[in-house]
């Protein structure tokens, strides 16, 4: 505590320095340091002939009094954090509900606790129409306190202005590969960390790293103090998922053409919001997007149904027309034997028509078009056309 309240003012001070003030070998010094970091003290070291440690800002708070819907929001943001499936610092953020409660009046704790046990939120819920290798959300990636860990260990480093060095593993790619990052800031987007950093010797624009996909962190290389002109909402509305997925169609194009209420529907979804719409001559529109699992652009044809029609890659058209084919063999079998004699059959009789409120030639008209409806979309099946694909 003596050594907190020593550097408490913010300056650097030499190991040396601490370990004449204390009367103990600067080894000492240094593991005694080691150990208030591993307790979660920001310990920031700064190099050269004037460097020494110093105290990250903020450590020690002055005293702040606060009303009772100001401790309730901040309690609300606690409650939510809590609600994420991966939470940065999560024993501090139960050390810092204690000591917000413990520092309130009685009364308005008491009207405090009750708003926290009265106001719940929702996990976000897996995304199965965008499936992932190694989907966090499904309990493919790593256990949830590595994690975190990850999370924490890169704010701190952002805090301290520290590099980090990463292994990084995709499972779209083979091998762990290993990277030094000057960390700039985190994105929060579907229960997923994404890690905002730039390697070492490059420029420009951040990258960024899933965190689920870090293998092991590390402290990298120390680093002066940086004003870095970053600002994280510049990569909100998704808009570096809309860089990666522009590299993504020049790898791997996918072209599928649609109607235009099938394309107004996807330019709303958070991912396919992001491909290439454009309007054709005929009235369709082409959508072209970045796609390497031809498993995941058949369940998108699928979910579009008839009107959507895959037309790159073209080696893709033939399995996929096999396994649309497939399913309408299995849901015609599956409609005759659990239809009820005389409903829903092509040669249902006279009754049947007067069981929908038709009566004579109507009735029989109505069953006959029927009929034909179900003939035709029985041979557009056999002849592998459903929904648009040719054979």
């Known amino acids: 505590m003596e050594m907190l309240l020593l550097l408490r003012d913010g300056r650097i001070v030499p190991a040396s320095e601490l370990a004449a003030r204390f009367a103990v070998s600067t080894r000492t010094v240094y593991r005694d340091l080691d150990m208030l970091s591993g307790l979660g003290v920001p310990i920031a070291s700064e190099m050269g002939r004037s460097g020494g440690v110093r105290l990250g800002d903020g450590y020690f708070l002055p005293p702040i009094a606060l009303g009772p819907e100001e401790a309730v929001s901040l309690l609300l943001g606690l409650i939510l954090m809590r609600r994420l499936r991966v939470m940065p610092f999560p024993k501090e953020a139960g050390t810092a509900e204690r000591k917000l409660l413990a520092a309130l009046p009685e009364r308005t704790r008491d009207a405090v606790s009750h708003a926290s046990r009265s106001i719940g939120f929702e996990r976000v819920p897996a995304d199965l129409l965008h499936p992932e290798r190694g989907d966090p959300q499904t309990g493919e990636g790593p256990p949830v306190n590595v994690e975190s860990d990850v999370v924490g260990s890169f704010l701190r480093a952002m805090l301290s202005h520290s590099r980090v060095s990463l292994a990084y593993s995709s499972p779209y790619r083979d091998g762990e590969s290993a990277r030094e990052l000057e960390p700039l800031g985190l994105v929060w987007d579907r229960d997923r960390w994404y890690l905002a950093g730039r390697p070492s010797g490059e420029t420009g624009r951040p990258r960024m790293y899933r965190a689920d996909r ?166 557009r099946a056999e002849d592998g056309s459903l929904g648009g694909l040719e054979p």
Do not use: C
Request: proline share 7%; hydrophobic share 40%; aromatic share 8%.
């Open 214 to 379: 870090v293998a092991s962190m590390g402290p990298g290389r120390a680093m002066p103090p940086v004003r870095s002109d970053f600002n994280a909402s510049e990569l909100l509305d998704r808009v570096w998922l809309r860089d990666a997925m522009d590299g993504w169609r020049e790898e791997s194009p996918v072209i599928i053409v649609m109607t235009p209420e099938q394309a107004a529907l996807l330019e709303k979804d958070w991912f396919y919001g992001n491909a290439l719409f454009e309007r054709l001559p005929d009235g369709r529109v082409r959508m072209t997007y970045g796609e390497f699992r031809l498993d995941s652009a058949s369940a998108l044809l699928r979910w579009l149904g008839p009107g959507a029609e895959l037309l790159e890659p073209a080696a893709w058209r033939s399995p996929i027309a096999d396994g649309l084919r497939e399913m309408a063999k299995v849901h015609e079998r599956g409609r005759a034997e659990s239809a009820p004699s005389g409903v829903g059959h092509p040669d249902a009789g006279y009754d049947a028509g007067r069981s929908d409120g038709l009566n004579g030639a109507e009735g029989l008209s109505a069953r006959g078009d029927a009929g034909d409806e179900r003939d035709e979309r029985r041979e």
